[in-house]
């Protein structure tokens, strides 16, 4: 069947008539914030105790937006005889949010977890230079991170917190044995160094 020559401008008209009847919704944005959901991406929060300069996240990056910088440095031995290490130091940990385009894969690959979604999502600027957010600025978002949500009642506790729980328990019972040792021995003196 052929159309009717114009009735494709009456339908639009039609959609802009009864859309000028209803009233508009409008959101008061400055003054009322909006309800974000639980895991909403926003910024890119930095933890950096945790960041152990593994390049994961520069590497996974598709946009290459994230910037590491490093260096070597010695650590003493730990205990007598032992071998000195070598750690990685950061330097420079920044990532420019002009090029991210919020994939979330550099949170996802990094096995020490040292990077956080922030609901945070009012950093806008006049200079796209200023959209290179540095380790102090990151360190910054890090504290508008939200808690992570409960574990269920049923759920088996998390390895590591069962790991880092076994590691104190040990700790404390060393400890422990060390007291009752030097209560046990009040009266011993120390050993002489030298033979003397």
């Not at 508009?24 to 991406?41: D, F, I």
């Not at 998390?158 to 007291?179: C, N, T, V, W």
Request: proline share 9%; charged share 30%.
């Amino acid at each position: 069947m052929p159309s009717i020559p114009g009735s494709g401008l009456a339908k639009g008209l039609a959609v802009t008539l009864r859309t000028m009847t209803r009233k508009s919704v409008t959101h008061q944005y400055p003054e009322a914030l909006p309800e974000l959901p639980p895991r909403t991406r926003g910024v890119i929060g930095l933890f950096e105790e945790n960041c152990t300069v593994c390049m994961l996240c520069a590497r996974e990056c598709p946009d290459w937006c994230i910037y590491i910088d490093s260096h070597k440095e010695t650590v003493p031995a730990a205990a007598p005889g032992g071998r000195e290490r070598s750690r990685n130091v950061l330097d420079r940990f920044a990532i420019d949010f002009s090029l991210c385009m919020y994939c979330g894969i550099c949170i996802e690959v990094c096995p020490f977890d040292a990077l956080f979604w922030s609901p945070e999502f009012e950093y806008a600027e006049t200079d796209i230079r200023e959209l290179t957010h540095e380790r102090d600025k990151l360190r910054e978002w890090m504290w508008t991170v939200p808690e992570p949500p409960a574990l269920d009642p049923g759920a088996e506790e998390p390895k590591e917190i069962g790991a880092a729980r076994k590691a104190a328990e040990k700790a404390e019972k060393l400890a422990a044995a060390q007291r009752r040792e030097q209560a046990q021995a009040p009266g011993r003196e120390p050993e002489q160094e030298g033979g003397e």
